[in-house]
Each structure stands twice: as C-alpha cells, then as structure tokens.
C-alpha cells in the first residue's frame, strides 16, 4: 500500500468515527455536499455512463473506488440512507440496488437529479456538486457493503481473532485462511460477487509482520464496533 492510500484510508476512517462519534448524524436537514478527491481514480468522460465503470476494472481500482466512495457516501448520504448503508428507515436501503445495469441507471438517475415531491427536496441532486466520478466510486462502495446479518454469525469468532491478534498471540498461518474462508461466505444484498467485509479487509492486510497484525486488529474492532 502506498503512503497516499494509507493517509486517504486513513483519512476515511477518521471522517468515519467522527461521523459515528457525533449524535447529530441521522438528523435530516440541509447540509451542504461534501466536495470529493477523485483524482486517484481513472477518468470517466463527459458523457454519463450507464454502467459502473470502476466494477471491472481490476483490484486496484475498485479497491480506491471504494475507499473514497467510502468518505464520500459517509459525508452525503449517510444521513439519509444510514452508516455502513444500512438504512434507519428515513430513506431506502441501498445495499439491494441489483450490481448491474438496471441498478446503475436507476442509481445514476437519482444522484444525478435527487428527489421533489410536492415541492420539497426529498434528496438533494449530486451531479453539480460531485461529478460522475464520485458518484461511480460511491456506487463502488454501496454494491460490496456485506449482508449485516451474515457478518454477525461470525462475530464472536472475529472477536476472538481481534483479540488474538491484538496480543500478539495469534497464529497467523492458520487466522489467515480462516478470514478468506469467512470472508467468501459473506455476501453482498446487491449481488456482487465480492462484498468487502472485515474479514476480507483483514485477510489482506495480514502479511505476517507486527505491524499488519495490529491493523487487522484495528480493522476487525472498527468493524465489530459498528456491528454492536
Ligand atoms: C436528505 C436525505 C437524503 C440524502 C442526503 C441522500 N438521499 Fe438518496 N434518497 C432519499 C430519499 C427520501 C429517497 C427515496 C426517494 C423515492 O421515494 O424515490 C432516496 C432515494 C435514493 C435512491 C433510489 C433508491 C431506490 O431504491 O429506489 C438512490 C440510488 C439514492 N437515494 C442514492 C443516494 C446517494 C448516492 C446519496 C449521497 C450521494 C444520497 N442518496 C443522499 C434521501 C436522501
């Protein structure tokens, strides 16, 4: 991982905690549109996409996609449609617009224009504000957010390899494999065929070093913690 990517990985989970820290989040209201840095991702053109172009574009891509879709789903729609895009109820939940066409177009549509009814803004319309670049990484981030539910059968496991790893105790030519085989059971709602969950973020980053244990720790505890 370069320095970039750890400070903008890192940069995201700080506007994350802030986000979960502050109590205000799930207010309604007019708030201003976050402006995002897209400048990592390749260019889209000018002309409006009628598929997500950062899907299949391979791993490096679509992981920056998701983690600055991440920052910016985070700071304007998370109010909304809730953190971690699992809906509270004041808007739909994202996490089943199918990953394919249709879902794109539909997803496009509303970033792009927002929502009116009888003359109130429902949704503010993105397209102005964040271009089409962000609006594709937010898309990114949207499709492979984990089914909750499948997460949370394996949450006192991921515990028990968070606290292993955070000690230092924790083998990790067997918590490795352990994390990709739970991490293929997890699944996205919206039919992609990776969801990026803590147990697949985590088997990542464990290279076999002090440092890579720790931050599999810090990722499986950021994760646990918004479970419960
Ligand atoms: C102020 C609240 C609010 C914010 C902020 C907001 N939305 Fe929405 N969104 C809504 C509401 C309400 C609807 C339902 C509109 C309707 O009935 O079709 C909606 C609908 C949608 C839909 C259609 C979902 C479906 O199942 O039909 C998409 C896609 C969407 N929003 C994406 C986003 C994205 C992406 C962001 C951030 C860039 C965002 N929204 C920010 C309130 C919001």
Redesign the pocket.
């Known amino acids: 991982m370069s320095s970039s990517r750890k400070l903008s990985a890192r940069a995201a989970l700080i506007a994350f905690c802030t986000l979960a820290g502050a109590g205000g989040v799930y207010a309604?209201?007019?708030?201003a549109?976050q402006p995002m840095n897209t400048d990592a991702l390749p260019d889209v053109g000018d002309e409006w996409l009628i598929e997500n172009p950062y899907r299949d574009q391979g791993e490096e891509v679509w992981t920056t996609a998701i983690e600055i879709g991440a920052s910016?789903?985070n700071q304007?729609?998370?109010?909304?449609?809730g953190l971690e895009v699992i809906s509270g109820g004041?808007?739909?939940?994202?996490r089943?617009?199918e990953a394919e066409e249709y879902g794109d177009e539909?997803?496009?549509?509303?970033?792009r224009t927002?929502?009116t009814?009888n003359g109130t803004?429902?949704?503010?319309a993105?397209e102005e504000v964040?271009g089409q670049k962000?609006?594709w990484a937010?898309?990114t981030y949207?499709e492979t957010r984990p089914d909750q539910d499948m997460l949370d059968e394996y949450a006192d496991e991921l515990h028990k390899m968070r606290d292993a790893l955070a000690d230092g105790s924790a083998d990790v030519a067997t918590v490795k494999p352990r994390l990709e085989d739970i991490a293929g059971k997890i699944e996205t709602l919206s039919g992609a065929p990776v969801a990026d969950s803590i147990a697949f973020r985590a088997a990542k980053q464990l290279d076999g070093s002090e440092d890579s244990m720790k931050q599999a720790a810090e990722t499986l505890t950021i994760g646990l913690s918004v479970a419960h």
């Open positions: 309604h209201g007019d708030v549109p910016g789903y304007n729609c998370a109010r909304c449609h004041l808007a739909p939940d994202l089943y617009l539909w997803f496009a549509e509303r970033f927002g929502y009814q803004t429902k949704m503010p993105f964040l962000a609006s937010i898309r949207i």
